[in-house]
């Protein structure tokens, strides 16, 4: 019987692709689309992603998401310093400045300034010198996606390729000379900005004057400690803010996803692919259903049971499921690979396989209950009408 079953699914090959193609498309855009949402979502944090050695992050109470600076007053790394449980704290600036290029155009940089001494929070891979170069007068480090596009130096013929900054260039930042000793290799920032690293004292001569220039304190828990209670007891002991690497990402995501329009405009597409793929496929598998009642009316004729027929139709929705499900997800995980590299954010995680695959389900489900339902109430005589 489940031989007959497939030989009618397969026997309409119009009707046959068309189900199995609703359903590609469906678990597709399903799948392409959420995996660009996790990946836009996953460039908010990526720069605490890169700063692994810190357990804490310290600031303003009133900061709502890594990019949301409230600069602090520099006495404040001595009360962070004077907690019992801290083993270091370093300072972090992180800010917005204007580089000006070899060509007179300026380009908005995102500067981090490390501490001096220790040089904590470099970036994590070095292309091209080394981050103790950044003691070296005037010097900073630029990562290699900004230094091949929007730090690269005009052609030098007419229709050529920009040349990208390398060490030895010299850009201006607010007036001031700076000199690339290395490269390096950063996350995708969810801003896409070129990335600049410097030291701590060197970053505060780029920024516009201004009172306070502390952006973070960077939190090192003794050995033993617990970050999250040293978070509480750093808060409570200075006023301001403390949170753990896995809190501060937590913070960023939810600010993203409560003020911005990103996961309602994600959300729509990921809906739309779902109904789509629900009207093609339901559509289709009923009307294929409806021309192949007379096959059942006989098989009912000759004394098939409703069970049989019923496990006939489940292994046709399986099958179609099975194989749209699977050809979606490929072509969506080879969009992902061939896009890799790219501007595209795009990530693919094994919860999203998931929700593709029980969208899927809930559509092949729908489909068959329909036709399940038109064939549990065919009477055996109506193959004689036929």
Known sequence: MYRIALKMLMGDRGKYLGLIMGLTFAALLITQQSSIFTGLMTRTYSFINDLSQPD???MDPKVQFVDDVKPLQDTQLIRVRGITGVEWAVPLYKGLLKARLEDGNFQIVNVLGLDDATLIGGPPVMVEGTLADLRRQDAIIVNDVGAATRLARKPAE??????????????????????????????????????????????????????????????????????????????????????????????????????????????????????IGTAIAGQTFYNFTLENLRYFGTLKAMGTADTVLLRMIVLQALVVGALGYGLGVGAAALFGYLMRGTELSFRLVPEILVLAGGAIAVIVTFSALLSIRRVMKLEPAIVFKM
Do not use: H
């Open 158 to 275: 007419p229709g050529g390729r920009p040349v990208p900054l390398g060490v030895g260039d010299v850009l201006e930042i607010n007036d001031r000379r700076a000199v690339v000793v290395g490269i390096c290799r950063v996350s995708r920032t969810f801003q896409s900005q070129p990335v600049i690293y410097t030291t701590y004292s060197r970053a505060t001569t780029f920024a516009p004057r201004e009172r306070k220039l502390l952006s973070f304190v960077l939190v090192k828990a003794a050995g033993g400690v617990d970050p999250k209670e040293l978070a509480g007891r750093i808060a409570r002991g200075t006023g301001l803010a403390a949170y753990t690497a896995q809190e501060f990402k937590d913070l960023t995501f939810n600010y993203y996803m409560r003020s911005t329009g990103i996961p309602i405009n994600f959300g729509i597409a990921v809906m739309l692919g779902f109904l």
């Open 56 to 58: 804490i992050w310290v």
